[in-house]
């Protein structure tokens, strides 16, 4: 396998540790942790995949200093020596891959609630965060400099337990950065007022570690920009980390963003591929000490080409690392295509927001990686046939093929792919493309033949006597109640495959839904007037936040009237009543389309069911969901006639 990507597989040396690559892997708190704070077996499996995979560098999640500041109740501890027996546990896990491991140091500040830390947030000053919302207490000096003992305890702990350096996490909203910002500091002792005296506390640390642990490598994880008004700015941001550097700093770590700001931290999809790189470009123009850079980068060749043009010297992966822990062995073999894509649909962070673990809604192993099966030695070798070529269809048979079996997938239409080459078509959803050549692609390299334009059928069953039928028809687009009036609209379908063409039109679109929003998104750029129609109180009420967010943005700077709440009652020619409140509303529309949801395509399963007693019904055929569900019921399909076939 050739060796891709010279700047990016590069190694670096760093206060005497070298790095055999580039790739950093991001700190990302992912909650597989226990209440205790302790090491979990999950993220032992966890971290050692992504270790495994070949990344040069993990900075493990932001583990809590002191239980004022914890920030989830499964976050990682390190306030106490009770927890480095663990914490060595993960250290040896990682290494043993030849890959180095800092941890991030973190007190939460005002970014916490006390129904996570039993008491009232604290903060430079008593000044709520927007969005947490709950009011802080200020901090008084005694306070501060206890909590500067407290990341050096925190660090002395890290360096006992085998850590070849620590991050300190000043970025995104968090206890350092809001003493740095001016926006959230305003303290008029000598923490507060002048930038020399925001960065006091970051300074103190730095220098406590120095002195307790010299030896320990440290890195700074630093807001090049607060996207806030009245925030950190690059111009204060670079003073901070050339200070950091006279200091012994060895490495800044660039980021952005905080709660307020709400998506440059963790972007949604609208965000191109490393926007925020030229915030590490300027830095390095002012520093000598190494820069990380990153924020939804993807692909190898952008990663290269940031350390071949000297604009960053590592890159971090935090999604792409969660869809494909191997990113970096794929990658430096010259195999980017196999590279398992993230769709930037947050999935993970949504999920942990809701109390539970990060899940991925391509990669199925995402925080389930010890459960994976192990294969016997001798495959089943049984014959599997799976109909249909969305996403439940080509993960089911790769999964199956990887389990040993013999699988051929059946597609009626001439393209393989099914809803997901329409679904790609709104903005910002190009990167479903990427997914779907992946999907393709794998497919390929397992040598798993696809037919096109053959319906997998009764007749289909006797000529190749399967062993097993997988059905993956997927849905079609619900029609409502065939006794209205509703000739004169349109499918969201047609809309977004061109075969109606819409511009500068007065548009109604029946139902808010996701897909409802993503056809408004798409027909805006057209020039059309768009007015929403939906029953319920709000719109793509099932999107992950940060992306429902980002959409809304789009819509409302459109200028698309959104009726929530709404009832149709009736559709005419040019027109459609709504009852909405206590009355009745007549909207204009030059077209009328339809976002109404799918129904399952499941007739030929009922067909194959009364023909084969192993016959499976997985994805939108079986439950209209999403691609996460898709992936999810296919690797479980997968187990299922796994386990049945050695029965
Ligand atoms: C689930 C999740 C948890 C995160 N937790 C942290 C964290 O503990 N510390 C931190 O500095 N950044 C955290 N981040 C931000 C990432 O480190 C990274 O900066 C961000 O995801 C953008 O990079 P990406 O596009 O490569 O994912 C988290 C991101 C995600 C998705």
Redesign the pocket.
């Known amino acids: 396998m050739r060796e891709a990507y010279s700047a990016l597989f590069s190694p670096i040396t760093l206060g005497g540790l070298t790095i055999k690559n580039r790739v950093v892997m ?6 597989y942790g226990l209440s205790s704070g302790e090491v979990s077996r999950r993220q032992l499996d966890y971290y050692e995949a992504r270790a495994r995979g070949g990344v040069g560098m993990i ?1 493990v ?2 583990a809590c200093i002191h239980q004022s500041g914890r920030e989830t109740a499964t976050q990682l501890r390190i306030d106490n020596p009770r927890y480095i027996s663990g914490l060595e546990h993960l250290t040896e896990t990682i290494k043993a891959h030849g890959v180095g491991v800092f941890i ?1 140091l ?1 007190h939460a500040g005002r970014q916490t609630s006390s129904l996570v830390t039993g008491e009232q947030p604290v903060a430079p000053s008593p000044l709520p965060c927007p969005i947490t919302r709950e009011m802080p207490r200020e901090l008084g000096i005694d306070e501060i400099k206890h909590l500067e003992l407290a990341y050096v305890k925190a660090a002395c702990n890290a360096s006992q337990a085998g850590f070849d350096g620590v ?1 300190l ?1 000043a ?2 909203g968090y206890l350092i950065n809001q003493f740095l910002s001016p926006h959230s500091n305003r303290r008029r002792d000598e923490y507060g007022g002048s930038l020399e005296n925001r960065m006091r506390f970051l300074i103190n640390i730095l220098a406590g570690i120095k002195r307790a642990e010299p030896q320990l490598l440290i890195s700074v ?1 630093l807001n090049m920009d607060d996207f806030i008004p009245g925030g950190l700015q690059l111009d204060e941001s670079i003073d901070v980390a050339i200070r950091l550097e006279k200091e012994g700093a060895h490495l800044i ?1 660039c ?1 952005s963003g905080t709660y307020e700001s709400g998506l440059n ?3 949604p999809p609208s965000y191109q591929e490393g926007w925020r790189a030229y915030l590490a470009g300027e830095l390095k123009k002012s520093i000598k000490i190494p820069v990380i850079s ?5 692909s190898p060749a952008f990663a290269d080409q940031l350390i071949a043009s000297e604009r960053a010297d590592f890159i ?7 869809a494909d822990p191997d990113w970096a062995h794929k990658a430096g073999q010259g195999q980017g295509s196999r590279i398992r894509p ?1 769709l ?1 649909c ?1 999935r ?2 949504d ?2 927001f809701k109390g539970l673990g ?1 899940r991925c809604t391509v990669n199925f192993w995402t925080g389930r990686e010890g459960k994976q099966m192990l294969v016997k030695t001798s495959s089943p070798g049984n014959k599997v046939a799976v109909a249909g070529s969305g996403p439940a269809g080509l993960q089911a048979a790769l999964s199956l093929k990887k389990l040993g079996f013999e699988v051929k997938v059946y597609e009626q239409a001439a393209r393989p792919g099914g809803l997901l080459n329409i679904a790609n078509r709104p903005p910002h959803k190009h990167r479903l493309t990427r997914y779907l050549n992946y999907l393709l692609s794998e497919l390929a390299y397992y040598r798993i033949p696809l037919l096109l334009n053959r319906r997998f059928s009764a007749e289909s069953l006797e000529e190749e006597n399967p062993d097993y039928v997988v059905v993956a028809t997927g849905s079609s687009p619900l029609l409502p109640d065939e006794a209205r009036p509703w000739d004169t609209a349109v499918d969201m379908l047609d809309v977004l495959e061109n075969r109606v063409e819409i511009s500068n039109q007065k548009v109604v679109i029946i139902g808010g839904g996701i897909n409802g929003c993503e056809t408004a998104d798409y027909l805006i750029n057209m020039g059309n007037r768009i007015v929403i129609v939906e029953k319920e109180k709000v719109l793509a009420a099932r999107m992950e936040k940060k992306n429902r967010r980002d959409l809304l943005n789009r819509l409302d700077e459109a200028g698309v009237v959104k009726m929530t709440g709404s009832t149709v009652v009736d559709v005419q020619e040019g027109r459609v009543v709504i009852e909405r409140g206590f009355g009745q509303e007549e909207l204009e529309a030059d077209r009328i389309v339809l976002a109404v949801g799918y129904k399952p395509n499941n007739q030929l399963y009922y067909e194959l069911k009364q023909l084969h007693p192993r016959v499976f019904l997985i994805g939108d055929a079986q439950r209209v969901s999403n691609i996460h569900n898709a992936v999810i019921q296919a690797e479980t399909v997968a187990q299922n006639i796994y386990r049945m076939s050695w029965e």
Do not use: K
């Open positions: 991001a700190p990302m708190l992912v909650c900075i999640e932001a991030q973190l991050e996490h970025a995104h994880r770590n980021s931290s963790i972007e990153g924020g939804v980068v993807s971090f992966l935090g999604r792409g690392l969660l993230c930037v947050n993970c962070i999920s942990t990060a």
